[in-house]
């Protein structure tokens, strides 16, 4: 259920859980390193996230296992009660009912991702005996699901008017289309002139996107500096862009080699941030 695409939204999306994580989490969740770095950043990993600081983060990029799937999976629960039982009754010294659980659900039009065995117990159903061979006899016909029931038992519930909203999220429309001239007339010059790539509406959505260090809000995007880019007057293409809160970005360009030294390669963040523009059709 936790882990199900439709009830993270509703519970406020993959940025949601990566703020929580950061308030929460305040040192490296991947105790089976042998050094931890001081800085410590989100790493998502499939529906969940946890906080590594930047050697382990390095550590296990691109890496898969069952720890760190259970780790994942552990934050995205524990996220995910803690704002269901916020909702619900405000509480947070208590653990969370079955009841608020499924009511919470409903009011989100996500019940449907319960577990049956879940929902029979919610409504107050004998449980469904699991057998091995069943005869003619046991199978009544026209037995309805628990979801089925509930869904019949709540189709006149009026509810909030934010819960359609979150149910049917706007996907993400391609910010900015990249055109492609193979016979541009630069491609037969033998020194071609250098033509900066600039694109307003491509900054402005990465300005709207949290910072890669520390997944705060962003300040003004962060052109490439370094690498063979940027100089006197001039800037590097805005596809080089990465989203920075103002404490990074005063950060990197006082000292860009500590800076690397600590959250990464300026390279490595912007191909990362490239990979997730690409992958969310903001690029396309």
Request: glycine share 6%; aromatic share 8%.
């Amino acid at each position: 259920f936790f882990s199900d695409e439709r009830v993270i939204r509703a519970a406020g999306g993959a940025g949601a859980l990566s703020d929580w994580l950061l308030r929460h989490v305040k040192s490296c969740q991947w105790l089976h390193g042998d050094y931890h770095h001081s800085e410590t950043v989100i790493h998502r990993y499939g529906t969940g996230a946890m906080v590594l600081c930047w050697h382990c983060d390095n550590q296990l990029r691109e890496q898969t296992s069952d720890s760190l799937e259970q780790l994942a999976q552990q934050n995205l629960a524990a996220w995910m009660i803690d704002i269901i039982r916020h909702a619900m009754n405000g509480a947070q010294e208590r653990e969370l009912s079955l009841a608020e659980l499924s009511w919470w659900a409903v009011r989100n039009q996500v019940a449907d991702a319960l577990p049956e065995a879940v929902l029979r117990r919610s409504l107050g159903l004998r449980a469904e005996k699991i057998r091995s061979v069943y005869r003619e006899s046991d199978i009544i016909p026209g037995e309805q699901t628990a979801t089925s029931i509930l869904k019949q038992r709540t189709k006149n519930i009026a509810l909030p008017s934010h819960t359609h909203q979150q149910q049917n999220p706007p996907q993400e429309k391609t910010v900015v289309s990249i055109a492609v001239d193979p016979e541009s007339p630069e491609s037969f010059m033998k020194r071609p002139k250098r033509r900066r790539w600039v694109n307003e509406k491509y900054t402005r959505w990465v300005k709207t996107q949290p910072c890669a260090c520390c997944g705060k809000p962003a300040d003004d995007p962060h052109h490439l500096i370094g690498h063979g880019q940027g100089g006197m007057g001039t800037k590097s293409h805005d596809i080089f862009t990465l989203p920075l809160c103002r404490e990074h970005h005063n950060e990197l360009h006082a000292d860009p080699l500590a800076f690397e030294e600590k959250h990464g390669s300026q390279v490595d963040l912007i191909f990362r941030f490239l990979d997730h523009a690409f992958a969310t059709g903001v690029l396309g």
